[in-house]
């Protein structure tokens, strides 16, 4: 059974830093794509940082660049998003999701996906 579990969501005023982590289970690890994606209220799914497990290779949205920081420990099958510098904006329910390393261009081709944690960063 595959499951892909987030944590590390919360209240956090602005400024302030919150660290998400994504555990995979029962899914390739190696040489594979893992994300992270948001959706805020009223918005469509956007990627926030992609990783692949293989080479290191990474993506930052525009948005995120010099403020979030998506780091992988191969070995205990975990994805971190370190966020600093949190703005309202950021506010939304962050996803973890898997798929193949081609995945990092693309949202669509993810394939397995976490059912996301909530990060409320106030004003």
């Known amino acids: 059974e595959v499951q892909v579990v987030e944590s590390g969501g919360g209240l956090v005023q602005a400024g302030g830093s919150l660290r998400l982590s994504c555990a995979a289970s029962?899914?390739?690890?190696?040489?594979?794509?893992i994300g992270w994606f948001r959706q805020a209220p009223g918005k469509e799914r956007e990627g926030v940082s992609t990783i692949v497990s293989s080479d290191g290779n990474t993506y930052y949205a525009d948005s995120v660049k010099g403020r979030f920081t998506i780091s992988i420990d191969n070995a205990k099958r975990t994805v971190t998003l370190q966020m600093n510098s949190l703005k309202p904006e950021d506010t939304a329910v962050y996803y973890c999701?898997?798929?193949?390393?081609?995945?990092?261009?693309?949202?669509?081709?993810?394939?397995?996906w976490g059912k996301g944690t909530l990060v409320t960063v106030s004003s």
């Open positions: 029962g899914v390739t690890f190696d040489d594979s794509a």
């Open positions: 999701a898997v798929g193949p390393p081609w995945a990092i261009a693309s949202m669509n081709l993810m394939k397995h």
